[in-house]
């Protein structure tokens, strides 16, 4: 389960900060890197270099330029992969856009994302890499070929993929910079007041349950958090809301939504499977019940992406319907509105 929380971290990248040691003789850029960072291989070095993700004293340089002492050299670099068998699997994906250098897809809750521990198969690379098999960056054997986001398992919604090593440090940097749009709907458990606002705390692994993420509003430990919200309908007990990224931690808007007391609507690991408002009238209780046999899931979908084309640099954005069980949820609830007003 620890492991797990691994896996559904959105950022697969990683910043490097090197400074040029006094004693550094004259040195190609890629050929320094290569020496500095481990479990890189010089030719995702010279990509990454040519996609502007490696900056010397703050400006884009090129491979061939001289290290020399006392030069600042920062880098984004996806994460190495972890070791392992990676078998490509004839699995359906639903593919909303596709072209030579990234495909966009709508997944479906309960796929993970990408291999880890005790999810080696039946994942989403698993079906890239069957349906890519073709494209030399999914036929390294790689544990996430082209992956520069993710969403949890049970959270369906938008995720763009890259096909080549220049797209993919490209989109990476567009992560980093924190220049894409994403936006989220969830339903969750009463109506944040006010009806439209941001939630602020730093981000971390929580001090009492390491199973779990938790805010630390005065910033004291974990990563700067920010998630904007509004209001797009009240259902009573529950509201449909939609969240906007500002930044990509790990379960951010779930944690951000139980920190203001707004759970999303049947999430176990933050509280809001159980009843959270409403009345304690046994006939309620069961209604509640059937809502969660009905969205058996955490109520969270990701639900448009804006980016730049990586290499035309075109303006793209993708959109998404909600999936059947939200929509059913909130029908559902719509319904038990309507029938408390008729009584």
Request: charged fraction near 25%; include cysteine.
């Amino acid at each position: 389960m620890l492991e797990e929380i691994f896996e559904e971290q959105s950022e697969l990248f990683e910043h490097h900060r090197i400074i040029a040691d006094k004693g550094q003789g004259l040195m190609r850029l890629d050929k320094f890197l290569f020496n500095r960072i481990e479990n890189v291989s010089r030719n995702k070095i010279q990509m990454a270099v040519k996609a502007g993700n490696v900056l010397v004293n703050g400006g884009a340089s090129k491979s061939n330029y001289k290290v020399k002492p006392g030069d600042l050299v920062t880098v984004v670099l996806p994460y190495p992969d972890r070791e392992f068998e990676l078998i490509p699997e004839n699995i359906p994906i639903n593919i909303i856009y596709e072209d030579d250098y990234l495909i966009v897809v709508n997944k479906e809750p309960g796929m993970v994302v990408h291999p880890g521990h005790g999810n080696y198969s039946g994942t989403l690379v698993n079906a890239l890499c069957w349906h890519l098999k073709d494209v030399p960056l999914f036929s390294t054997g790689e544990v996430r070929p082209g992956l520069v986001h993710r969403i949890d398992k049970e959270t369906s919604g938008i995720l763009v993929i890259a096909k080549t090593e220049l797209a993919l440090n490209r989109l990476a940097k567009q992560f980093y910079d924190r220049t894409t749009r994403r936006t989220y709907q969830a339903i969750v458990w009463g109506t944040p007041e006010p009806v439209e606002g941001k939630v602020e705390g730093n981000i971390g692994r929580s001090v009492r349950d390491r199973m779990k993420m938790q805010v630390f509003p005065a910033g004291e430990a974990g990563k700067t958090a920010v998630t904007h919200y509004r209001v797009i309908e009240k259902l009573g007990y529950v509201s449909l809301i939609e969240c906007r990224l500002e930044t990509g931690r790990t379960h951010q808007i779930r944690v951000h939504m139980e920190y203001i007391r707004h759970p999303v609507f049947n999430d176990e690991r933050y509280g809001g499977n159980k009843i959270v408002r409403g009345t304690v009238f046994s006939k309620y209780k069961q209604f509640i019940e059937n809502c969660f046999t009905l969205m058996p899931r955490h109520a969270l979908h990701a639900k448009s992406l804006g980016f730049k084309h990586p290499v035309s640099g075109r303006e793209m954005f993708f959109d998404s319907v909600l999936p059947d069980d939200m929509l059913l949820l909130a029908n559902k609830w719509r319904k038990y509105l309507a029938d408390r007003a008729a009584d």
